[in-house]
Nanobody, 116 residues
Framework: QVQLVQSGGGLVQPGGSLRLSCAAS????????MGWYRQAPGNQREMVAR???????TYGDSVKGRFTISRDNDKNTVYLQMNSLEFDDTAVYYC??????????WGQGTQVTVSS
């Protein structure tokens, strides 16, 4: 079992920035495929960013150039730096981990609200 504990989020004005963090349990974090997803009311959960643990990353089209996923393997933590936030970025953001041989896990979710 892998536990993911999220922090960060909150209320920000359009054009502002926020950073989300997700701390994972387990001793093989460097092998985890880590990701961030989001879900707005009435919408399906969508992929925001993924880090494949081999240096590759991928982003959803709507956040490319504005959001950056990064990881600190020494701290078992993945981050999502969100810049130039827009109203449409308002959602609950979820951290995810795909652990080789064990499957997928989700964080508890954190609300991000972009409002003036």
């Amino acid at each position: 079992q892998v536990q993911l504990v999220q922090s960060g989020g909150g209320l920000v004005q359009p054009g502002g920035s926020l950073r989300l963090s997700c701390a994972a349990s387990g001793g093989a974090f460097s092998l985890y495929v880590m990701g961030w997803y989001r879900q707005a009311p009435g919408n399906q959960r969508e992929m925001v960013a993924r880090d494949f643990a081999d240096g590759r990353t991928t982003y959803g089209d709507s956040v490319k150039g504005r959001f950056t996923i990064s990881r600190d393997n020494d701290k078992n933590t993945v981050y999502l730096q969100m810049n130039s936030l827009e109203f449409d970025d308002t959602a609950v953001y979820y951290c995810s981990a795909v652990v080789p041989g064990f499957g997928g896990f989700w964080g508890q979710g954190t609300q991000v609200t972009v409002s003036s």
